[in-house]
């Protein structure tokens, strides 16, 4: 009985992590990004203007975050993107990250 | 309308790009970089303070992979590893990494 109100507790807790870490709403993310990000990035990320912008489809979800932070902070600078990220809330940086993260497009360094 | 005239450009641009491209030599770039796959080779490998996932490269395009490094390498961007990294990379070294990162992206396979 214990075992069981323990293993209850403990999954009720691992939802509650999981959900806390990927708070982003990818729905709102895609129509955040159609606005501006999008011009640059393609909506899913996999576009770039120039080339020397990088592709964001299928980058991890917290490195976009802490990017968009560091942007938004002036720890990272870009002429445009400095300017851009100043306009956007926590919530906005979680949704567009999660909405990148789950398009395809990068992948992990292979060596064989 | 901007948006339709920005995605004309940017398609433009995207035919343009080959041209413009660096001259870096992939197969050179690929045995250079054996030691950028000590982070980025391992999925969801975490940076530690602050603990965040090593971004992903592999198809990155070129221009971004060069403008990263040099900004490391500058010190304009600022991460230890990456900047002592960056550190011992010439410009050819850097267009080299660059182009074997790009040619990895699944559209060039």
Redesign the interface.
């Known amino acids: 009985m214990n075992h069981a109100l323990l293993l209850l507790v403990g999954f009720i807790s691992l939802v509650a992590t999981v959900s806390v870490q990927a708070s982003g709403n990818p729905a709102r993310g895609q129509e955040l990004s159609s606005g501006v990000c ?2 640059c990035h ?1 909506v899913d990320g996999n ?9 964001l489809a ?6 976009l ?2 990017a968009l932070k560091a942007y938004r902070s002036g ?3 870009h002429a445009v993107m400095s300017s851009f990220a100043q306009n956007l809330s926590d919530q906005d940086i979680e949704d567009l990250a999660v909405w990148f993260s789950r398009q ?8 064989d | 309308m901007l948006n339709r005239l920005l995605v004309a450009l940017a398609l433009s641009l995207g035919l343009a790009l080959p041209a413009f491209a660096q001259s870096g030599d992939p197969e050179r770039g690929r045995v250079i970089s054996f030691t950028c796959s000590g982070c980025h080779g391992i999925p969801f490998y975490k940076n530690v303070y602050p603990s965040y996932s090593v971004p992903r490269i592999a198809g990155q395009s070129e221009g971004y992979i060069v403008a990263a490094l040099k900004a490391y390498r500058s010190g304009a961007r600022k991460h230890a590893t990456m900047q002592a990294q960056a550190n011992t990379l010439s410009d050819q070294d850097i267009n080299d990494i660059a182009a074997y990162f790009v040619s990895l992206s699944e559209d060039s396979e």
Do not use: N
């Not at chain 1, 576009?47 to 592709?55: F, G, N, R």
């Open positions: 999008a011009s393609g576009m770039v203007l120039d080339d020397t912008y990088p592709i299928g980058q991890h979800r917290d490195y975050v802490v720890a990272r600078d395809d497009g990068l992948g992990e360094l292979t060596f």
